[in-house]
């Protein structure tokens, strides 16, 4: 089993920043992309960033320049350094990773963390 624990979230005022973590464990042979989403309250689930293995990144119009994804491969671990938070970006954050569990039956499958929570207040 893979697990992936994400940290870091909270409530912060208007213009204020948060660093999320979240980090694999478990079965896993190699991870993939890795990358954050959020979902607020009556809206759908929406990508907010990723990063590939080899550390390409993409991010939504709506965050560029204000988030930074990153990761630390040797710790299993995607970082999303969110500054300059507006009250839009209210919701909850979860973080998923592609995941290669074994090469021998080769078995790759998507998991998802929890979730935490992110607030901004006005």
């Known amino acids: 089993q893979v697990q992936l624990v994400e940290s870091g979230g909270g409530l912060v005022q208007a213009g204020g920043s948060l660093r999320l973590s979240c980090a694999a464990s478990?079965?896993?042979?190699?991870?993939?992309?890795m990358g954050w989403y959020r979902q607020a309250p009556g809206k759908q689930r929406e990508l907010v960033a990723s990063?590939?293995?080899?550390?390409?990144?993409d991010y939504a119009d709506s965050v560029k320049g204000r988030f930074t994804i990153s990761r630390d491969s040797a710790k299993r671990t995607v970082f999303l350094q969110m500054n300059s938070l507006k009250p839009g970006d209210t919701a909850v954050y979860s973080c998923?990773?592609?995941?290669?569990?074994?090469?021998?039956?080769?078995?790759?499958?998507?998991?998802w963390g929890q979730g935490t929570q992110v607030t901004v207040s006005s």
């Open positions: 478990g079965s896993i042979f190699e991870i993939n992309a």
């Open positions: 998923n990773a592609e995941v290669i569990v074994t090469m021998t039956p080769f078995l790759k499958n998507v998991y």
């Open positions: 990063i590939s293995g080899g550390g390409s990144t």
